[in-house]
């Protein structure tokens, strides 16, 4: 999926904001001596103890020194070689600290950690988040979820029971932002066109590595049907599928589950009785 204009413009701000002033550094990031490399972030990452431990950390790429490192400078390198930034390390100091944000590339970093005009260590860490749809229910069937957080007490049942949340999880190793929610398929209410994210109340919902958040829905995806297109309740029950999508902001890409759903009970969407299976 080809990355829309606003997202190449926030990693352009976000690289040049993060490679200001780095001019004339060509040179430090050749040096002559390279420890082994490692993708361990935990205990010491490189055979001098020199860089202690490289993680992400939120949205923070964190570069822990060991005690006593005689290290002047911390490169970041990106996956396609590029520089995506440097820190000076003043005496003392055993950390630092590069903002990835979500409007990164992902794949191998390079962390290089510079004295004088040598390399003295260096190791690298993948930086990819996996975003999965775990879940999606309706305030009908999970009253327990913080509707009145999100939606605000004033909001009728019936509306929060047109809503929907939508459960993600990060497995990955890097931070993402998911700024797209849509249904697909067999739900009553499909919009024809989409006006912002799909989600409420924002245009982006930030998923931290190994977190599981709830996404809620803006566009009343089980609210009453609309013209033929919408599969609608029925007193036997109605039987369909309906596809989650939501949109990536790292890779850009959609990512989609489909779940099985029956309508019964009723003839009107306000008495149905909705059930919702597991893909």
Request: charged share 25%.
């Amino acid at each position: 999926m080809t990355h829309d204009q606003s997202n190449f413009d926030r990693r352009t701000v976000l690289r040049t904001a993060a490679g200001l002033s780095l001019a004339g550094i060509a040179g430090c990031l050749t040096g002559s001596r390279s420890s082994d490399e490692t993708t361990s972030t935990n205990g010491d990452s490189d055979d001098q103890g020199l860089l202690r431990q490289v993680a992400v950390e939120g949205t923070t790429l964190v570069v822990r020194l060991g005690s006593g490192s005689a290290v002047e400078q911390i490169n970041l390198i990106q996956p396609n070689g590029e520089l995506f930034g440097t820190r000076e390390v003043v005496t003392g100091v055993q950390q630092v600290a590069f903002e990835i944000g979500t409007a990164y590339d992902p794949g191998d970093y390079r962390v290089i950690a510079v004295h004088g005009d040598e390399t003295v260590a260096e190791t690298r860490l993948e930086i990819r988040p996996q975003l999965e749809i775990v879940d999606v229910g309706l305030f009908r069937n999970n009253p327990d979820k913080p509707w009145d957080e999100i939606y605000g007490e004033s909001e009728t049942n019936r509306t929060r029971n047109s809503e929907a949340y939508v459960e993600v999880r990060n497995t990955g190793s890097g931070p993402d932002a998911v700024v797209g929610l849509r249904f697909r398929g067999d739900v009553p209410h499909l919009a024809e066109t989409y006006e912002g994210s799909g989600l409420y109340g924002t245009e982006r919902t930030i998923v931290l590595p190994d977190s599981q958040i709830n996404l809620f829905s803006s566009t009343l995806p089980f609210g009453p049907q609309l013209g033929d297109d919408g599969m609608g309740c029925s007193i036997d029950g109605n039987r369909g599928e309906f596809t989650v999508v939501i949109e990536s902001m790292v890779s850009g890409r959609e990512i989609t589950e489909t779940f099985g759903v029956t309508y019964s009970g009723s003839e009107e969407m306000r008495d149905c009785e909705i059930n919702i299976s597991a893909p």
